[in-house]
């Protein structure tokens, strides 16, 4: 289990807020309960948030983080906002296309697709 | 192995059968299997079947050869039958944010056994390095 308390690295920029993993284990069994409950606190603090979360360096990932996605997903959403991935590398993305979570979640290549792929403000719903 | 029932001690059950299919040039893609299902098999004996009791332990029996790896992972459970479970992929399903490790088990392994009273997987991994050594069986571990 990761010791370092800095697990996060976040990044805002004009109103997109942009989520980074500083461990390649980040996304661990072990250590996915507590990755989730930050970016869930991360998320109820913004009004329509625009989030990022960048997949790059990351390895692996359990079913865990995938449920823990799942339910940053369900936040942004009750806060009227977007929720973009992006940088996942192609093991991983495989797990996606496995569990069908490809069409539930917007999965971009780079950092640049997914930030100009953000609804304008005005005619956000839920997405 | 008996490892207590403790999500913390799976990076040493995954760093101790990786290593051994390591020895043996198991490809990238099949060690990220192999991780993947392993991570799959323990968090279930430690969450479902034991109920992350610390008293209770989860055994782990492996062999690996040049040709194959074969996890047994089991847990002090009553067990549970697979075949229950619902289609996690299915639209009524798909936001659930559990139920994903048995697919993701299957889908990465060439075999997955369940005991019949379902507290014992065992998982089963090809190595699909190209093979030049002759094969060295291994006793469960």
């Known amino acids: ?127 | 192995m008996e490892i207590p029932s403790d999500l913390k001690r799976l990076e040493e059950v995954e760093e101790t059968i990786l290593s051994q299919c390591q020895r043996y040039a198991f490809t990238d893609r099949d060690l990220f299997a192999l991780k993947l299902a392993i991570d799959e098999a323990f968090a279930n004996a430690v969450k479902h079947g034991n109920h992350c009791d610390c008293d209770k332990h989860v055994r782990i029996k492996y062999r690996v050869t040049p040709r194959r790896a074969d996890v047994v992972v089991e847990d002090e459970g009553p067990g549970f039958n697979p075949a229950s479970l619902p289609d996690p992929t299915l639209d009524q399903h798909i936001e659930s944010t559990h139920g994903r490790g048995i697919l993701l088990m299957r889908a990465f392994m060439n075999n997955v056994v369940f005991s019949p009273s379902g507290n014992s997987v065992t998982l089963t991994k090809f190595n699909d390095a190209p093979r030049n050594n002759t094969e060295h069986n291994v006793a469960f571990g």
Request: hydrophobic residues 40%.
């Open chain 1, 1 to 127: 289990m990761l010791q370092d308390a800095a697990r996060l690295k976040i990044t805002r920029d004009d109103d997109v807020v942009l989520v980074e993993f500083t461990h390649r284990k980040i996304l661990d069994e072990a250590n996915i309960a507590e990755i989730g409950d930050q970016l869930v606190a991360l998320v109820e603090n913004e009004h329509r948030p625009k989030v990022i979360i960048s997949f790059a360096g990351v390895d692996h990932l359990s079913s865990a983080a995938l449920g823990t996605l799942i339910t940053v997903n369900n936040k942004v959403r009750n806060h009227d906002g977007q929720l973009r991935l992006c940088n996942i590398h192609p093991q991983i993305f495989e797990v996606f296309v496995i569990t069908k979570l490809n069409k539930l979640f917007r999965i971009y290549p780079t950092i640049k697709e997914a930030k100009e792929s953000f609804e304008p403000q005005n005619k956000q719903g839920v997405t």
